[in-house]
């Protein structure tokens, strides 16, 4: 089974498929026009969160995190990513990227709530902290944004041929 993608035939196979989905780029062609207008809106506006996301975690590490032991160095590598990943995302819109950033904003969520809850690294703290209000909402808006436009972007590869 030979998979050629740039040939112009549709890709055969679960093999090319994934391919495809690796490399499919944005919302081109077969979306219709307003539906790609709707993913790439999603999409930067799911960019915009993580970069918010990130800026609430550098604001927090800088006001005291980054003496708690973990914790802090979770949080700075959550800014410094989330400050390299919004872009990129709102650069590339691969589908790919687009799973990427809802992860991103799913394990910041689960993170959080492990903290809130049973506790995490070794810390146990409530909802009612400073930011963690704001935090949880980016977070869970971010995440429904870039689920909408990845179902948006692998519409195409999705279809039966």
């Not at 919302?27 to 799911?46: H, K, N």
């Amino acid at each position: 089974m030979g998979v050629t993608v740039d040939s112009g035939h549709p890709p055969v196979g679960l093999r090319a498929r994934l391919v495809e989905a690796v490399r499919h780029h944005g919302f081109g062609p077969p979306t219709p026009r307003w539906l790609g207008f709707v993913g790439t809106a999603f999409a930067l506006s799911g960019s915009a969160l993580i970069v918010t996301t990130a800026a609430i975690h550098l604001h927090l590490w800088l006001t005291g995190y980054r003496h708690v032991p973990t914790l802090g160095v979770l949080f700075l590598v959550q800014a410094i990513s989330g400050f390299v990943l919004g872009p990129l995302i709102a650069i590339g819109r691969y589908l790919v990227l687009l799973l990427a950033g809802a992860g991103f904003m799913a394990s910041a969520v689960v993170g959080l709530l492990l903290s809130a809850t049973v506790g995490f690294v070794g810390i146990h703290d409530d909802l009612s902290t400073p930011w963690a209000t704001p935090s949880i909402a980016v977070e869970l808006a971010g995440f429904v944004l870039f689920c909408a436009a990845a179902v948006i972007s692998a519409k195409p590869l999705l279809r039966t041929r």
